[in-house]
């Protein structure tokens, strides 16, 4: 088991529900990232954040809204996706500028 | 632009070597990762060379990195069954939040 947890790690959802994705990491980690891995296309960044706060937003549709709470815990929540959302979401987390340890990764089916 | 690319499939026999390549486009990497996924598992850092190393050894790892032609790969000696799994090539820019820039992924098929 990594230091990176995530839950849940499955996880299916209509088009009208909301749903949240949980990353917690006990590495003592001061950044913490939202990556998606969909097939056959590079991971895409997301999010991340630094410090607490969002540095970093690729253009991500507003049905994704991430939450920071503190340097432990990063929410990513869901309404209103489309199926072309269904993918594995990775969240990661790092000391500033050195390598990231990533999580198991939640696998989402939006229906 | 940043890009990086990897062929997405390469089928060796255990035993063998494994080499593993990928090619990025943006000079201004400071680090150069390679991540193992293995099947329902998030992704595990394997080894990174910075940009000023050509080479980097580490048990049955090699990595080799060619910084005029953009290319980096990864030699696995003796590959075994367990080392099916998807790799990944990654590009750090240089910057306070390290972006990484993701090629693909490599499916590597270990044959008995």
């Known amino acids: 088991e990594t230091g990176v947890t995530q839950t849940p790690r499955h996880l299916v959802m209509g088009m009208t529900n909301k749903k949240s994705l949980k990353c917690e990491q006990h590495l003592g980690h001061n950044a913490m990232y939202w990556y998606k891995q969909s097939a056959k296309k590079p991971l895409e960044l997301m999010f991340v954040y630094s410090l607490e706060e969002r540095v970093e937003n690729n253009s991500v549709p507003s049905r994704f809204s991430p939450e920071c709470p503190n340097s432990s815990h990063l929410f990513l929540h869901l309404h209103t996706l489309q199926p072309e959302d269904s993918a594995l979401y990775l969240c990661?987390?790092?000391?500033?500028?050195?390598?990231?340890?990533f999580g198991p990764g939640t696998r989402l089916t939006v229906l | 632009g940043e890009d990086v690319e990897q062929s997405l499939f390469l089928s060796v026999r255990e035993g063998d070597s494994s080499v593993i390549n990928c090619t990025y486009t943006d000079s201004s990497s400071t680090y150069l990762y390679w991540y193992k996924q293995e099947p329902g598992a998030g992704l595990q850092l394997l080894t990174y060379?910075?940009?000023?190393?050509d080479m980097k050894q580490d048990q049955r790892l090699t990595v080799l990195l060619n910084k005029k032609d953009k290319h980096l790969s990864l030699r696995i000696a003796d590959t075994q069954t367990g080392d099916s799994a998807i790799y990944f090539c990654a590009e750090s820019l240089s910057g306070n939040t390290g972006k990484l820039i993701f090629g693909q992924g490599t499916t590597l098929q270990v044959k008995p």
């Open positions: 990661a987390s790092s000391a500033l500028g050195e390598s990231r340890t």
């Open positions: 060379i910075f940009s000023n190393m």
